[in-house]
């Protein structure tokens, strides 16, 4: 490789990197810390809205207090619930939607000659809704659940064009390491970002500003986080890329859903890795559904204050990257199957913790978030790791689309069962504690999946240590 390659290369690299940074915040802020915190907010103001306009006599016993407010209705299409499982089902109505067009995403960047734009249509889309959630105000919680639909489409099919330039940028060989960095340089951007809104947050008073409208205005920094950096990306990501086919209009959207269909097709021939798929969904269902509903769970059911919530998010976004290096170092002695295994321990280990927690125990509540970010960094790192193994040799992409549309396309049950335990027992608690169910099936499916004779079926060298 001449210098000249090698300085294109490292400049390509940073340009991915930078994705990852750029897209982060909308995962740490807006799903995770303030979406969760404020979207309940403004359904339980239509709820008690609905109070005044209808005297449901159940909510009116309760209007004093916000927290009883949270279980008043809220209706849309006419389907009725309570306000505070708006975020539960809102998660999976999202998510499903992402699943419909992440085949749909790869198709086009297949058989285009310049991803780049595809990817910065997504973003721009993405970036734009964010942004435009500033808008969500009083008791207008149907706009804000529209605006979020539409940027995790824009993150969803972003990020499925944002992995297909990997293979682009780096050798089979160097995959591992240039994957990593990126992953480790979107939680530091995720951290960064949420670090600075934290501290105009905890400001605000001192500015004049309601909580609502400091909410907001970290819905709007979020999107311009997310479309300033990504412009890096796009001026140095490589611009010609060599499409597999041509297609247009309806035949890319049928070419999208019939590649996935083929992908399946031939992965039955491989049983034991679908196993380890499968097992993986379970308990990555299980780790999203945990970030994603960790602030709510703090705010309605032990009533900690916001700043208490983003601190606890904070500090597990900052662990998540030592947790990654813990399971590395521990992979090396057990194996990456072990070490899931043990990962998978520890989660069902901190859903306990998190049950016992008690309203209003900051300290108690900062260790489960130890826990979380020690953990959270690794399990999903080694399992994506561990399934590259098990992919026949050239068939990367098509089984990592597989993997990214089958993770899509079931990370709405575990929201769906948080949401559902909740509406039906009117505790959060039992809620979060129904979530282990994930990681104890998790764990089972992975002890019985024969990881060596998967690797070896698959035509590859296992590796020493497993």
């Known amino acids: 490789m001449t210098l000249a390659e090698t300085r294109d290369s490292k400049r390509e690299r940073w340009g991915w990197y930078f994705y990852d940074w750029a897209n982060s915040p909308f995962y740490s802020s807006v799903t995770t810390v303030f979406g ?48 505070g499982s708006l975020w539960g089902y809102l998660l999976s109505v999202a998510t499903i939607v992402q ?45 804000g659940a ?53 501290a105009f947050y905890l400001s605000r008073e001192s500015l004049g500003i309601d909580t609502g409208l400091a909410v907001r205005i970290c819905f709007l920094t979020s999107g311009i986080w997310w479309a300033v950096f990504t412009v890096p990306t796009l001026r140095r990501l490589p611009r010609i890329h060599v499409p597999t086919a041509t297609a247009r209009g309806v035949s890319v959207l049928r070419a999208g859903f019939r590649e996935l269909r083929q992908t399946l097709g031939e992965a039955k021939a491989y049983p034991l890795t679908l196993a380890f798929l499968g097992s993986y969904l379970l308990f990555a269902d299980g780790i999203n559904t945990v970030v994603t509903v960790s602030a709510q769970y703090g705010k309605d059911e032990l009533r900690f204050s916001d700043e208490v919530l983003i601190i606890t998010v904070l500090v597990i976004q900052f662990l998540a990257y030592a947790g990654g290096v813990l399971h590395g170092l521990l992979a090396r002695r057990l194996g990456a199957k072990w070490t899931i ?33 020690l953990v959270l960094g690794g399990t ?41 335990v909740g509406q039906a027992t009117g505790s959060f608690r039992l809620a979060i504690i129904a979530l282990v169910v994930f990681f104890v099936l998790g764990f089972v499916f992975v002890a019985l999946v024969p ?16």
């Open 146 to 198: 529209a605006l979020f639909i539409l940027a995790n489409i824009g993150y969803g099919g972003s990020l499925v064009v944002y992995y297909s330039f990997l293979v682009d940028i780096a050798t089979p060989d160097e995959r591992d390491d240039v994957s990593a960095k990126g992953w480790a340089f979107g939680y530091l951007g995720g951290g960064l970002a949420l670090a600075l809104q934290l």
């Open 341 to 373: 295994l043990v990962s998978l321990v520890l989660w069902g280990v901190v859903l306990g913790g998190a049950y016992f927690v008690q309203p209003r125990q900051p300290l108690q509540f900062f260790a489960v978030a130890i826990g979380i970010g």
């Open 451 to 466: 990881v060596r004779r998967a690797i070896a079926a698959a035509g590859n060298r296992p590796p020493e240590v497993l």
């Open 380 to 420: 999903n790192a080694l399992a994506r790791s561990l399934f590259s193994q098990m992919i026949p040799a050239g068939k990367d992409a098509q089984y990592y689309s597989l993997y990214v549309v089958g993770e899509k396309g079931t990370s709405w049950l575990g929201p769906l069962v948080f949401a559902g």
């Open 99 to 143: 699943v419909l067009v992440l085949p749909i995403a790869g198709a086009v960047a297949d058989r285009s000659r310049n991803k780049r734009k595809i990817l910065g249509g997504f973003a721009v889309l993405g970036a734009a809704a964010s942004a435009l959630m500033f808008f969500m105000a009083g008791s207008d919680w149907q706009l």
């Open 36 to 83: 969760a915190l404020y979207m309940s907010t403004v359904a339980a103001a239509d709820a008690k809205q609905n109070i005044t306009l209808n005297g449901d006599r159940a909510c009116l016993n309760a209007s004093g207090a916000d927290d009883k407010l949270n279980h008043c209705d809220v209706s849309l299409f006419g389907l009725h619930f309570p306000a």
